[in-house]
C-alpha cells in the first residue's frame, strides 16, 4: 500500500519561506517520479513542481527561482523548498507519484497560507 504523509505548512507572512516534506512508504521510492500540486479555493489542482529518478527539475513559471524540489531517497522523503512566498501561493499543497502503469497516489496535503 502507498502511503504519502506531507508536513510543513503554515502561515507565514509574504516574503517568508517555509519547507514542505513527503515521506513516502510501499513504493520503491527512488526508482519514482516525484511530484508537489497545489489547490487553491476555487482553481484547479497545478502541478508545481516534480523530481525524476534521476534527480532532474521543472517546475511551473510562477514559482521558478523561488522553489527547488529536492529528493533523499536514503529517507524516502521529498522536499519542496518555498522562499519569497506570496499570497497566490496560498493552496493545499500535496503530494504525488505514480504506480507503473499509471495510477495516482496522493496524500493529504498539507496547508500553506501566505498573509500579506
Known amino acids: 500500500q502507498v502511503r504519502l504523509v506531507e508536513s510543513g505548512g503554515g502561515l507565514v507572512q509574504a516574503g517568508g519561506s517555509l519547507r514542505l516534506s513527503c515521506a513516502a512508504s510501499?513504493?520503491?521510492?527512488?526508482?519514482?517520479?516525484m511530484r508537489w500540486y497545489r489547490q487553491a479555493p476555487g482553481k484547479q489542482r497545478e502541478l508545481v513542481a516534480r523530481?525524476?529518478?534521476?534527480?532532474?527539475?521543472d517546475y511551473v513559471d510562477s514559482v521558478k527561482g523561488r522553489f527547488t524540489i529536492s529528493r533523499d531517497n536514503a529517507k524516502n522523503t521529498v522536499y519542496l523548498q518555498m522562499n519569497s512566498l506570496r499570497p497566490e501561493d496560498t493552496a493545499v499543497y500535496y503530494c504525488?507519484?505514480?504506480?507503473?502503469?499509471?495510477?495516482?497516489?496522493w496524500g493529504q496535503g498539507t496547508q500553506v497560507t501566505v498573509s500579506s
Open positions: 523530481i525524476t529518478s534521476g534527480g532532474s527539475t
Open positions: 504525488n507519484t505514480k504506480s507503473w502503469s499509471g495510477l495516482d497516489y
Open positions: 510501499g513504493t520503491d521510492f527512488s526508482m519514482k517520479t
